[in-house]
């Protein structure tokens, strides 16, 4: 028999072009599902070349002389920055294996993951063509305009409560005691 532990977390994402309220979206979503008990864990995926360390401090430059990992532990946290030095970007799975136990691991962007995901829409977006229509794992769309074209379920991208019991549903969450 299979436990809930070895099965992994619960993953749900949020797809969308550059603009479409994603990274709001989620930090909402984030806020809420922590408020009701959920250790939340995200996935943000960059398509193009970032950095979080500063240029100068002491991890910029291990980074800079070729250190592979790169690990700043503090009393209040820690990061572990890996450099990639021309592999390929790691898998999705592999990036999950990484993450500590959560309840819900909450992904931004991975567009393509074959993952239960909510489609951001916003009229400012950078393109508006919908992705609903090519990937079958959109299975709801969150919207800061009408609607009515989906035969998807379609929230007010603000509904933030709405959208938490929307994941809670679909993942299968059960509220900690």
Same mark, same amino acid.
């Given at each position: 028999?299979?436990?809930?532990?070895?099965?992994?977390?619960? !993953?749900?994402? *949020?797809? @969308?072009?550059?603009?479409? =309220?994603?990274?709001?979206?989620? !930090?909402?979503?984030?806020?809420?599902?922590?408020?009701? @008990?959920?250790? !939340?864990?995200?996935?943000?995926?960059?398509?193009?070349?970032? /950095? *979080?360390?500063?240029? =100068?401090?002491?991890?910029?430059?291990?980074?800079?002389?070729?250190?592979?990992?790169?690990?700043? !532990?503090?009393?209040?946290?820690?990061?572990?920055?890996?450099?990639?030095?021309?592999? #390929?970007?790691?898998?999705?799975?592999?990036?999950?294996?990484?993450?500590?136990?959560?309840?819900?691991?909450? *992904?931004?962007?991975?567009?393509?993951? #074959?993952?239960?995901? *909510?489609?951001?829409?916003?009229?400012?977006?950078?393109?508006?063509?919908?992705?609903? #229509?090519? /990937? #079958?794992?959109?299975?709801?769309?969150?919207? /800061?305009?009408?609607?009515?074209?989906?035969?998807?379920?379609?929230?007010?991208? /603000?509904?933030?409560?709405?959208?938490?019991?929307?994941?809670?549903?679909?993942? @299968?969450?059960?509220?900690?005691?």
């Amino acid at each position: 028999m299979t436990s809930p532990e070895t099965l992994g977390p619960k !993953v749900f994402g *949020i797809a @969308g072009w550059k603009n479409s =309220g994603k990274t709001g979206l989620a !930090v909402r979503l984030v806020t809420e599902l922590t408020r009701r @008990g959920y250790r !939340v864990s995200t996935v943000k995926h960059a398509h193009h070349d970032f /950095d *979080i360390d500063k240029v =100068g401090a002491d991890s910029f430059r291990h980074r800079e002389a070729g250190a592979h990992e790169v690990t700043i !532990v503090s009393g209040t946290r820690y990061a572990i920055m890996h450099e990639l030095r021309g592999a #390929p970007e790691p898998s999705f799975p592999e990036i999950l294996a990484r993450l500590a136990p959560c309840d819900l691991v909450l *992904i931004e962007g991975y567009k393509r993951e #074959p993952i239960p995901k *909510i489609e951001a829409r916003r009229l400012e977006s950078s393109n508006r063509e919908p992705l609903a #229509p090519t /990937d #079958p794992h959109i299975i709801a769309i969150a919207a /800061d305009h009408p609607v009515d074209d989906s035969g998807l379920v379609v929230f007010d991208l /603000d509904d933030t409560l709405a959208i938490a019991d929307f994941i809670e549903r679909t993942t @299968g969450l059960r509220r900690p005691d």
